[in-house]
């Protein structure tokens, strides 16, 4: 059984980031278990199968190595909210794309669809 702990949010960010540009879901079970880790989802398990999901997807259509971009958006109301978009050598949108948020020792995670 997992034991859920607290991670570092550097530790967290660098298990999201390894976890896709490695194409590893696997790897990032400890940390989505963590209690300071929250999601917009039903529960973890039902996260972490889209996040599976999507990182199989994005292997598939995914051309040479994956890079990350930080990006803020104006539109976005909540201004602490950052995009976590991770691009490939070739396509102009993200293979990848997370809302990503650090909030009173919380780490908010979302997978956006598209």
Known sequence: ?????YYKSEEIEQGLIYACANF???SFIPI???KNVVTE???KVRFYRYFKYMLNCAKCS?????SLRKEKYNWEEDKEMRYYN?????HKGSRLSFR????????????MPF
Do not use: H, W
């Not at 059984?1 to 702990?5: D, E, G, N, P, Y």
């Not at 995914?62 to 994956?66: D, I, K, N, Y």
């Not at 991770?86 to 070739?90: K, N």
């Open 24 to 26: 590893d879901a696997g």
């Open 86 to 90: 991770f691009y490939d050598e070739i």
């Open 41 to 43: 989802f039903p529960n």
């Open 62 to 66: 995914t051309v040479g190595l994956l």
């Open 1 to 5: 059984m997992l034991q859920k702990r």
């Open 32 to 34: 989505l278990m963590a």
């Open 100 to 111: 990503y948020k650090v909030s009173n020792n919380l780490i908010f995670i979302d997978i």
